[in-house]
């Protein structure tokens, strides 16, 4: 039987070594941005930690506060970040620093792009069923209660939006102040944001009549059909 060359045996095949800067960029995503939570919010630090693990969750943090200061992409010195992070150095495939790399693609926060690349999720996404049953009993209570909280808040903001929308909308037919705050008392808003969104939309009014007269100061005077002669010589 013909040996394995040495060069070829299982023992001595070894991984390519590890880029010494990874090019890190941002990874666009509408609707994990949308709904998603900043790596550096309270969300992520109660939820996703646990599923992540504190390495991986603190290096997402900083490469979220690189890319704030560095949209368009930066240059990631591993062996420095990792010692930053309190992970010793990054040599070796399954040194801490790499391992939290990896993590961050077995949870499709990040992709790799080609050997020296690596694409970031901005936000993370909301947790799934499956990764909230890995968590403690009173985490995923937490979580519930949580989401609870957020869409009452959606529904006040919503409320709000529709408010000022209403408000803007008297104002443009030429109602006051004291008017509009009547009509959303009259259309069951609470009287805080009632008062709150009759503010809000007086201002807008006003706002968009100064940019309306200004346009029409800066528009030639267009008589029957056609505009005003130039002066001669211009």
């Known amino acids: 039987m013909t040996p394995v060359p040495a060069a070829l045996a299982p023992s001595d095949r070894t991984h390519p070594p590890a880029p010494d800067h990874l090019h890190v960029e941002a990874w666009a995503d509408p609707v994990v941005d949308r709904v998603g939570h900043d790596p550096r919010s309270a969300y992520v630090e109660r939820f996703w930690l646990g599923v992540l693990g504190p390495s991986t969750t603190l290096l997402m ?3 979220a506060t ?7 992409g930066f240059d ?3 062996a ?7 992970l010793g150095g990054n040599k ?16 499709r926060l990040a992709r790799r792009a080609g050997r020296d690349g ?10 799934t069923l499956a990764q909230l049953k890995r968590l403690p009993t009173t ?13 009452a808040r959606r529904d ?13 909308s008297l104002f443009g037919m030429g109602c006051d102040l004291d008017d509009v705050e009547r009509e959303l008392h009259r259309w069951r808003y609470h009287p805080a944001m009632a008062s709150a969104a009759a503010t809000w939309a007086r201002d807008r009014h006003l706002v968009d009549q100064r940019a309306a007269g200004r346009a029409a100061a800066s528009t030639p005077e267009v008589v029957d059909g056609r505009p005003p002669a130039q002066p001669a010589g211009s």
């Not at 690189?66 to 368009?72: G, I, N, R, V, W």
């Not at 420095?80 to 309190?86: K, W």
């Not at 070796?92 to 949870?107: E, N």
Request: avoid cysteine; charge should be positive.
């Open 61 to 63: 943090r900083r490469l």
């Open 66 to 72: 690189e890319l704030d200061a560095q949209p368009t």
């Open 76 to 78: 990631l010195d591993l």
């Open 80 to 86: 420095e970040t990792s010692r930053s992070l309190g």
């Open 92 to 107: 070796g495939r399954h040194s801490a620093f790499l391992r939290a790399i990896d993590r961050t693609t077995t949870f």
């Open 118 to 127: 690596l694409q970031v999720r901005r936000h993370l996404p909301p947790l």
């Open 139 to 151: 985490v995923q209570d937490a979580h519930d209660e949580w989401n609870r909280a957020e869409l």
């Open 156 to 168: 006040v903001v919503a409320a709000r939006d529709r408010a000022r929308r209403l408000a803007l």
